[in-house]
């Protein structure tokens, strides 16, 4: 069974930093674009970042812009997203998707193209 799992959320001061992991199972990451989203209370989900199969990395959301960074580690089967410098306008719940498999590509999925998605996880930037 395909299965994404994010973890890593938590409640952090403005300014501060987190790292969320998503990590696959049932299923090798290497071949899969993946991208992270967040949803805010009462907004509609946004895309964050995402990442191709040839590891580079599109902005998909102009604010998370030198303060977001995205990596995957294919020994590990996993995807990162490390948030520096957060906002309280960063509050939201976070996921990770993919979508494939496409090999070698560097080609960046619209929005609705990601095929499995995990379950969140909170983010909370507040003092």
């Known amino acids: 069974q395909l299965q994404l799992v994010e973890s890593g959320g938590g409640l952090v001061q403005p300014g501060g930093s987190l790292r969320l992991s998503c990590a696959a199972s049932g299923f090798t990451l290497d071949y899969y674009a993946i991208g992270w989203f967040r949803q805010a209370p009462g907004k509609e989900r946004e895309g964050v970042l995402c990442i191709t199969t040839t590891g580079g990395s599109t902005n998909y959301a102009d604010s998370v812009k030198g303060r977001f960074t995205i990596s995957r580690d294919n020994a590990k089967n996993t995807v990162y997203l490390q948030m520096n410098s957060l906002k309280p306008e960063d509050t939201a719940v976070y996921y990770c998707?993919?979508?494939?498999?496409?090999?070698?590509?560097?080609?960046?999925?619209?929005?609705?193209?990601?095929?499995?998605w995990g379950q969140g996880t909170q983010v909370t930037v507040s003092s």
């Open positions: 998707a993919a979508h494939g498999p496409t090999y070698f590509s560097d080609y960046v999925p619209q929005v609705g193209e990601y095929d499995y």
